[in-house]
Every structure is written in structure tokens, then in C-alpha cells.
């Protein structure tokens, strides 16, 4: 990448972390049914149907983030930004307690953290701008990787450079600058 990068926005599941989220289950145990985005549909429910629907979710989350492992390479990956000072940031769609499940459990600095509680969720482009703020940085100046085309159109609203994390859901996307295969790779795009 020919512009220095001060900042790296991660995704949490599939990129820091693989977690077992079985969406299928989780709508079917809320919706009866196994259709659309969770996170989109639960915003048409209200009062005691929105707070089972969460109380659901939340089951589920809380559930694959104790049982979640660490992506390969994340440590190292993360002391290299960590020696060449750039910041960081993770940007989800899951809840801020199975965010903050995850970093205690592999005792990670995760950096500024946006969850679903503190903007609309991806594919907006509004958390990630948020997490830019936070960094105090520019869109110019951050990268985002993703595993999943809601990320990469988070990323390309948003404004930052997309990178797309291949993986057998997701080989490809338009909305991706870069594509990588192993988390370590971004290694190669950061300068010493
Ligand atoms: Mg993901």
C-alpha cells in the first residue's frame, strides 16, 4: 500500500477471533424462521418481543465468544502495530460483552471498540468513521479488514481502504481494495 497507514480497524468474528455463531439457529430460535439479517430484523420488534429477541442473542454470544479462538497471527500482528505506533480498532455487529469476553479471555488490546450499542451496524458506514474519530485519525489514514461483504461495504461507504480477508463464504469482493489469506499478511503491507 503506497500511503502510510496510522490506523487498522479489524473485524472481530473470522478475523481476530473464530467464534461459532450459528446465525441459522439464532434466527430460527427468534423469528421461527431462518431469513434475512438478525441485527435488521430485530430493529422491527419492540418491547417485549425486541427484549427476548436480545435476551436470545446475547445467549448465543455470550456462548461462542467463551468458547471463541484466536485467529493465527493476531498477537504478533498486534505488536507490530504496537512498535510502529499505529493504532487500532475493532468494529462489530456483535454486543460490547462478547467483545469484552473475548479480549479478557485472550488477554488482547483490542484498541477502541465499537459494538452494536454504540453506532448503527455494518454495512453502515457510521461505526467505522466513528472508530476513525476515536483513533483520532482520518479515513485516509486507516485500513479496514473484513471476512464478509458487509464489511467491505461498511469500508467502501465509510471511505477507508477495504481489505478482505479471504475465506471459502467469502473469496471475492468488488468492494475490497486489497485481499489477503492469512491475517499475517497484513504484515506485508505495513512498513517496519
Ligand atoms: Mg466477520
Redesign the pocket.
Known amino acids: 500500500m503506497d500511503f502510510p497507514i496510522k490506523g487498522v480497524i479489524f473485524?472481530?468474528?473470522?478475523?481476530i477471533v473464530k467464534q461459532k455463531l450459528d446465525f441459522a439457529a439464532i434466527k430460527q430460535d427468534i423469528f421461527g424462521d431462518s431469513e434475512g439479517f438478525i441485527l435488521e430484523r430485530m430493529e422491527r420488534l419492540s418491547g417485549p418481543e425486541r427484549e427476548r429477541a436480545e435476551e436470545i442473542l446475547e445467549g448465543y454470544e455470550r456462548a461462542a465468544a467463551e468458547e471463541a479462538e484466536l485467529n493465527d497471527g493476531v498477537k504478533p500482528l498486534f505488536a507490530h502495530l504496537d512498535k510502529r505506533k499505529t493504532r487500532r480498532a475493532v468494529v462489530t455487529r456483535n454486543s460490547r460483552k462478547s467483545v469484552a469476553i473475548v479480549q479478557e479471555k485472550f488477554g488482547l488490546d483490542l484498541g477502541v471498540v465499537i459494538s452494536r450499542g454504540d453506532a448503527p451496524p455494518k454495512p453502515s458506514p457510521e461505526p467505522i468513521l466513528l472508530a476513525c474519530r476515536r483513533m483520532g485519525l482520518s479515513k485516509e489514514e486507516c485500513i479496514f479488514v473484513?471476512?464478509?461483504e458487509l464489511?467491505m461495504l461498511a469500508g467502501r461507504r465509510a471511505g477507508v481502504r477495504t481489505v478482505l480477508l479471504r475465506n471459502p463464504a467469502q473469496p471475492f469482493s468488488e468492494n475490497a481494495d486489497f485481499t489477503i489469506d492469512s491475517i499475517s499478511n497484513l504484515l506485508d503491507f505495513l512498513s517496519p
Open positions: 473485524d472481530l468474528d473470522g478475523v473484513g471476512d464478509f464489511d
